[in-house]
């Protein structure tokens, strides 16, 4: 990653405003992440979504460490062809909208193909997640049976919605019951791989 270091250095003392200086967030297993890695990653969605009062910089941290941190244990993947990574920054764009793809570009002194770098490693990411994750995850039917009484009658009576009957939701219950037990574990995997890795915050830079 030295180069995509030294890319970034140079990107920041060209691009950005003279006040604002590049400076190193975290080092991931010896990996850099730079400011200018956070603030990429945070205007262009490319880290975790942000809470209304959270900062989106420190998620888009939390997003390229975990990504660092699985892809260190992933190396022997291949990484992306160029096609693929196209493919994935015309999917960005789409998603942003031209318009705005383009200010983004323009406000960071970017071209479309700067950003592959930072796609490539979330397309990566989300594919080893979907390795280690691919058994089935089941769900019981009491499980299901207890999510529609104890929380979906509830919430709709809540809302003043009215109550679907149970054979017409227990699917969409069983897919979210499963998504939110994939997340859980997601999470708790990264969070133990988080704890053994060698992780340096340098506070001081995200200020």
Do not use: H
Request: glycine residues 6%; negative net charge; charged residues 30%.
């Amino acid at each position: 990653m030295i180069p995509r270091l030294l890319i970034a250095t140079l990107l920041a003392a060209a691009a950005l405003p003279a006040q604002t200086v590049n400076c190193l967030v975290a080092v991931v297993n010896g990996d850099a992440v730079t400011l200018l890695d956070v603030q990429i990653a945070a205007e262009f969605g490319l880290g975790y979504a942000a809470a209304e009062n959270e900062d989106p910089r420190r998620r888009a941290l939390e997003a390229l460490v975990d990504r660092k941190i699985v892809l260190d244990l992933a190396r022997e993947n291949r990484g992306l062809t160029g096609e693929e990574i196209d493919a994935a920054l015309d999917d960005l764009a789409r998603a942003l909208g031209a318009e705005a793809f383009a200010a983004k570009l323009a406000k960071f002194g970017l071209r479309p193909a700067d950003l592959g770098p930072y796609v490539e490693e979330r397309v990566l990411f989300e594919r080893a997640l979907a390795v280690r994750f691919s058994a089935a995850i089941p769900v019981a039917l009491t499980e299901i049976e207890r999510t529609y009484r104890d929380i979906y009658v509830p919430e709709r009576g809540r809302q003043g919605l009215p109550v679907e009957p149970f054979e017409r939701v227990a699917g969409d219950i069983e897919r979210q019951v499963r998504e939110d037990r994939l997340a859980r574990q997601t999470a708790d995997w990264l969070r133990d791989l988080r704890r053994r890795a060698n992780i340096q915050y340098k506070k001081d830079c995200l200020q």
